[in-house]
């Protein structure tokens, strides 16, 4: 687990570091978007640190966009 985390917080510092010239700069609204994009990141980070077998992005999307994408191919499917 200390590797993981050791690795994680490498990765998140160098993110932060490339990317400070532009925080600086940016106004609220930026900063909101970028906060907005941060936090899934951030939790998939805290997943793989902890090694918890968690709901992936990937579980999250299917769980909302499902129902939503079979409909949409019914509808579209020719009759046979």
């Not at 609204?29 to 899934?40: G, H, I, N, S, T």
């Amino acid at each position: 687990m200390t590797i993981r985390l050791v690795c994680f917080l490498a990765i998140c510092s160098a993110i932060l570091l490339a990317n400070a010239n532009e925080w600086k700069k940016s106004t609220a609204r930026d900063r909101m978007v970028c906060a907005l994009m941060l936090v899934p990141a951030l939790y998939l980070g805290f997943l793989y640190v902890t090694q918890l077998s968690g709901p992936n992005l990937n579980d999250i999307v299917h769980a909302i966009f499902a129902e939503p994408a079979k409909r949409i191919v019914e509808s579209v499917k020719l009759p046979s």
